[in-house]
Structure formats: C-alpha cells, structure tokens
C-alpha cells in the first residue's frame, strides 16, 4: 500500500509546500516559480540540513 509517511520525497514535498507555497502571496506565476528556485538552491547548498529536517540521515 501507498505510504507517504514513509516516503523521503514526500516529506521533501510537504516541506516545499508549508514553506514556500502555503499562506504566502505570490503576485503571478513567475514569483511562485522564483520561489520554488530558491528553495531548490537551498536544498542544493545544505543537504545535510535539508537531510535532519525531513528525517533523514547524512
């Protein structure tokens, strides 16, 4: 059966959306797609971070 509570990526997506998406105002399309880019830049730039905070380990 489907798990996401098990899944990494999922809680990567939760993340992404809690963060960046949800009950923030973006002015159009573009602003949300600058967004997601800087939040992929910093998953980029502190793995190891990225890696506690989702329950992962490095």
Do not use: M
Not at 15 to 41: C, G, M, P, Y
Not at 47 to 54: A, G, H, Q, S, T
């Amino acid at each position: 059966p489907y798990s996401p509570q098990l899944n990494p990526i999922e809680r990567l997506w939760k993340w992404l959306k809690d963060e960046v998406i949800a009950n923030v105002f973006h002015k159009d399309q573009n602003d949300i797609a600058q967004s997601i880019t800087r939040s992929e830049q910093y998953v980029l730039q502190h793995p190891d971070e990225v890696l506690r905070r989702i329950g992962c380990t490095a």
